[in-house]
């Protein structure tokens, strides 16, 4: 069981190239959410969503878009990368119907964009 | 806007004391207000969560303090470990659809 897989764990981007951070999960969760996280900045929204073929935006969804053709998919897209896109992403799952709202989280994509 | 006001930035705990990491929220409809626990490179782990309805969760060295008219919780690590070490995170949700994150406190336990 794998839990929520990110990749790439490391990335490298020069200004105005584009890139999609992948994230995917096994344990059929429904709901799947995008953070970054900034230095003394806690982590961010970026989008979520409640399942296949339903996003929403968060908090900071500028610059970003995504897609969920499928539960255990939820792929990040940068486009026209900027340097205030430097960040640690972070995605994370839980499950629907439980008392419990915590998340799983994957262990990270650090981009920096040159 | 913060949503959820977390402090200290950091912390520096003697090993067998106590940390006590406190945060605030303004949102009174949030109803559920987890802990999380990051270590370096690494993603937030789920640590212990509480419900409004209650006024303490305790699980083994970890308990969550919750005061409802003043809109604050707190961790508080007892028997602290260097093991602890890490950088917390507090959090608040209505419904769970979104969360909001404080800006977290390092913590590093001392031998």
């Known amino acids: 069981n794998a839990g929520v897989t990110q990749t790439p764990k490391f990335r490298i981007l020069k200004i105005g190239q584009s890139m999609t951070l992948q994230c995917a999960q096994d344990m059929n969760h429904n709901y799947m959410y995008w953070y970054r996280q900034d230095p003394g900045m806690g982590l961010k929204l970026i989008y979520y969503s409640v399942g296949a073929g339903i996003t929403d935006k968060g908090e900071v969804p500028n610059g970003y878009n995504v897609s969920r053709s499928t539960t255990e998919d939820f792929p990040l897209r940068l486009e026209l990368a900027a340097p205030s896109q430097t960040s640690v992403y972070f995605c994370?799952?839980?499950?629907?119907?439980?008392?419990?709202?915590?998340?799983?989280f994957g262990s990270g994509t650090r981009l920096t964009v040159v | 806007q913060q949503q959820v006001k977390q402090s200290p930035q950091s912390l520096i705990v003697q090993k067998g004391g106590i940390s006590i990491i406190n945060c605030a929220y303004e949102?009174?409809?949030?109803?559920?207000f987890p802990w999380y626990q990051q270590f370096p490179g690494k993603g937030p782990a789920l640590l212990i969560a509480?419900?409004?309805?209650?006024s303490e969760k305790k699980e083994g060295r970890f308990t969550i303090s919750f005061n409802k008219s003043a809109k604050q919780f707190s961790l508080h690590i007892m028997d602290s470990q260097p093991g602890d070490s890490a950088t917390y995170f507090c959090a608040a949700s209505r419904t769970g659809n979104q969360f909001y994150f404080g800006t977290g406190t390092s913590l590093t336990v001392i031998p």
């Open positions: 509480i419900r409004p309805d209650v």
């Open positions: 949102n009174t409809a949030f109803d559920y």
């Open positions: 994370a799952s839980r499950k629907t119907g439980e008392a419990n709202y915590g998340y799983t």
